[in-house]
């Protein structure tokens, strides 16, 4: 069950795949986690986009391509994956189908005001990537990770301006994969306005009328 998640930033992807892989017994790949466990690391590949991201732009095809390519090759997606946060361009689509084609692309939608309420709420364990939301998903104890303790951060690309910023690159790049994926009859359109536990209903449910779940 090869399944891409597109939509803006703050649709809650992320928050969904995590829910969705232990109903669908397959891994969550978040392209934006793997370039962060890089930069977390100090690597090359991590200094060369750690300035890219904090300034809520795209990393360019060549390197995030590799990357996916390199992740879907692991043994842990035999049987399937769930794919948050890439492909971002044509480009990337066109170059994906040459190494894993997706059966469902979940396009998930929803407002500007409530991405920016969303994404400005957000804060992240910086050791597991753990996302809460100050309004919508709170920590046991404010401020910390509920398993680690340690504090919680707001991302740079979370913050207001660069989050408009990935708003108009996401309209420039990536909403055009929308139409390209309705002409390969692959999309599959989800509101993503309510709780997390009502759009991963809903998901299921579309999955299960596609005949692929």
């Known amino acids: 069950?090869?399944?891409?998640?597109?939509?803006?930033?703050?649709?809650?992807?992320?928050?969904?795949?995590?829910?969705?892989?232990?109903?669908?017994?397959?891994?969550?790949?978040?392209?934006?986690?793997?370039?962060?466990?890089?930069?977390?690391?100090?690597?090359?590949?991590?200094?060369?986009?750690?300035?890219?991201?904090k300034a809520g732009n795209l990393v360019d095809d060549e390197t995030t391509i590799e990357f996916v390519r390199e992740r879907l090759s692991r043994d842990d997606v035999a049987r399937g994956y769930i794919l948050d946060g890439f492909p971002r361009t044509i480009a990337q689509a066109e170059a994906m189908c040459v190494f894993s084609k997706p059966e469902a692309v979940i396009n998930f939608s929803l407002t500007e005001e409530e991405i920016l309420r969303r994404l400005e709420g957000r804060r992240v364990a910086p050791t597991t990537g753990r996302t809460y939301h100050i309004l919508y998903n709170p920590p046991k104890v404010e401020g910390l990770d509920d398993e680690t303790g340690?504090?919680?951060i707001q991302r740079p690309d979370d913050?207001?301006?660069?989050?408009?910023?990935?708003?108009?690159?996401?309209?420039?790049e990536t909403r055009p994969l929308i139409n390209h994926y309705r002409e390969k009859n692959l999309l599959v359109p989800l509101d993503a306005s309510p709780s997390p536990q009502e759009v991963l209903n809903q998901l299921?449910?579309?999955?299960?009328?596609?005949g692929i779940h």
Request: no cysteine; net charge positive.
């Open 150 to 152: 340690e504090t919680l």
């Open 1 to 53: 069950m090869n399944l891409i998640f597109l939509g803006p930033p703050g649709a809650g992807k992320g928050t969904v795949a995590d829910l969705a892989k232990d109903v669908l017994g397959i891994p969550h790949i978040s392209s934006g986690q793997l370039f962060r466990e890089q930069i977390k690391i100090g690597s090359p590949l991590g200094k060369r986009v750690e300035a890219t991201l």
């Open 159 to 172: 913050k207001k301006e660069a989050i408009l910023n990935r708003l108009e690159v996401y309209t420039r």
């Open 204 to 210: 299921l449910h579309l999955l299960k009328e596609k």
